[in-house]
């Protein structure tokens, strides 16, 4: 059977960064996120007993060796599932060009999972194929529930899962991503996260987390964007201070991306409330209330030098599709 998939992007309010298990990917933290409407993957996976090994393709981009076998060691686990004993043609497609310094492995990873599992006949519950994704990255295990997720971090590979806190429609609010360089970042975040144990810092953001966590679901409760939006940031803060004082240092951030937080911070003494987060690269993501998304967009273009802008809204989950890539 041939089975098609499409995954969200997310951005994280409260972030992953660093492992307490390299192989199951079990992080140190719980993390919060949102799934992103104009950022997804989209993949086709069929099994055939005449294929006589996987091929993996992307539409539109060349595949490096290491992506690909990441790739395949996540089909063999799936494989490892249902007893499959066939090859596999994979075909995935991302909405958003390669080399803008947006990550594709949260939406590529539970893309993949579910589409691969479907095609192999398997039926996963929606917490078994956020574990699943979770095996091929980290924060795939975001993308699998609608809207806006949790991550428990758990303590073993059946107990460290996503589910959804709030549909798409709880909330109107806005991630208004800044992309400022079509440069690839030159650290990997699976890098990265190994890296984290060598930051001095990494114990002090630990021990905030679990009251970051609580006082970012409090906000969403509440719907309090300020509240919210302050305890974004300051995560985010945390999170490139650990990256920036490890072992080698890990710097994300350019000049425009430190251009654009300063700016964030003035628009709002003018009464235009936005916050900024930063994954793993230097592109910028502004959250606002849905209302204010034009305004932010448009100040954003008034800094120049940004080489492109995807306003995003909150999306559902990974789900099927009936149009096949192949
Ligand atoms: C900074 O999920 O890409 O975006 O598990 O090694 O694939 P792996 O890492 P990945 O890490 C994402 C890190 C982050 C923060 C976040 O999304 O929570």
């Known amino acids: 059977m041939k089975a098609t998939a499409k995954a969200p992007a997310n951005i994280a309010f409260i972030k992953y960064w660093g492992k307490k298990d390299e192989k199951l990917r079990l992080p140190l933290n719980n993390s919060i996120s949102m799934n992103l409407d104009r950022i997804f993957s989209l993949t086709t996976v069929e099994f055939l007993p005449e294929f006589t090994e996987d091929k993996v393709e992307m539409i539109g981009e060349k595949i490096e060796d290491k992506e690909a076998c990441r790739i ?31 990550a594709s492995s949260a939406s590529g990873f539970a893309a993949l999972s579910l589409a691969a599992t479907k095609a192999a006949g398997l039926d996963l519950t929606e917490k078994d194929l956020s574990i699943l994704a979770r095996l091929g990255s980290g924060s795939a295990c975001r993308s699998i529930p609608d809207g806006f997720v949790e991550w428990i ?8 899962f996503a589910y959804s806190l709030y549909p798409p429609s709880y909330w109107k609010i806005a991630d208004v991503v800044a992309i400022v360089t079509k440069t690839e970042k030159k650290v990997p975040s699976s890098e990265g996260h190994s890296r984290a144990e060598s930051s001095p810092f990494l114990k002090v953001r630990i021990m905030s987390m679990e009251k970051k966590v609580r006082a970012v679901k409090k906000a969403l409760e509440g719907r309090d964007f300020t509240r919210l939006g302050v305890i974004i940031e300051e995560d985010a803060l945390s999170l490139h201070t650990v990256m920036m004082t490890s072992r080698p240092p890990i710097l994300y951030w350019l000049p425009k991306t430190m251009e654009i937080i300063l700016a964030v911070q003035q628009w709002r003494q003018e009464g235009l409330e936005s916050y900024f987060t930063i994954d793993a690269g230097p592109t910028v993501h502004l959250l606002c209330l849905s209302d204010n998304k034009d305004k932010v967009t448009q100040k954003l273009k008034k800094l120049g030098g940004i080489e492109d802008i995807i306003i995003n809204e909150p999306a559902k989950g990974t789900h099927l599709i009936n149009k096949h890539l192949f």
């Open 153 to 160: 971090k758990g303590h073993s590979n059946e107990t460290s």
């Open 72 to 102: 395949k060691e996540h089909l063999d686990r799936i494989r490892g599932l249902t007893g499959i004993k066939f090859k596999a043609r994979v075909v995935s497609k991302n909405n958003f060009p390669k080399g803008t310094g947006i």
